[in-house]
């Protein structure tokens, strides 16, 4: 084999294994708040928002905090550095990533499942 495509190949190689741990790191892993605490990772956790519990906006920090109940059952104040996201009210379930700090989960990001507008019950029938 050619030294040049010996070279191309080693960086190939290194590249692919780069993407993929970086990936691998970038994912997390689904997990509770007891789990996510134990294991000190990066993770996502699914539950749902509290919503007897305050719900706060602090704009000289730009951090947002809520309390959130994972499908344990577990419940954890959640800290997340950036304004409320859309449609927080009409969330059905919530998947939130970061970790647990202490007693608070710190949130990196925040995915919203918001209730489908395109269930059976309204779908309009077709032929009538």
């Known amino acids: 084999m050619k030294p040049r495509a010996i070279i191309g190949l080693v960086l ?26 134990t294991s000190g990772k990066r993770v996502h956790v699914v539950g749902e928002w509290i ?7 602090d704009p000289a920090s730009n ?9 344990n059952g577990t419940a954890r104040r ?15 379930r919530l998947v939130i990533e ?8 710190v949130a990196e990001n925040i995915l919203v499942k918001c209730p489908s507008k395109y269930n059976e019950t309204s779908a309009p029938s077709v032929g009538t």
């Open 78 to 92: 959640v800290e997340y550095g950036n304004p409320k996201p859309a449609n927080f009210e009409d969330a059905e």
């Open 98 to 105: 970061g970790h647990v700090d202490g007693e608070i989960f």
């Open 63 to 71: 951090t947002f905090t809520f309390h959130m109940r994972d499908e």
């Open 12 to 37: 190939l190689v290194g590249f692919t294994v780069v993407l993929f741990s970086t990936f691998a790191n970038q994912v997390g892993e689904y997990q509770n708040f007891s789990d996510a605490e």
């Open 51 to 57: 919503r007897e519990q305050p719900v706060a906006y």
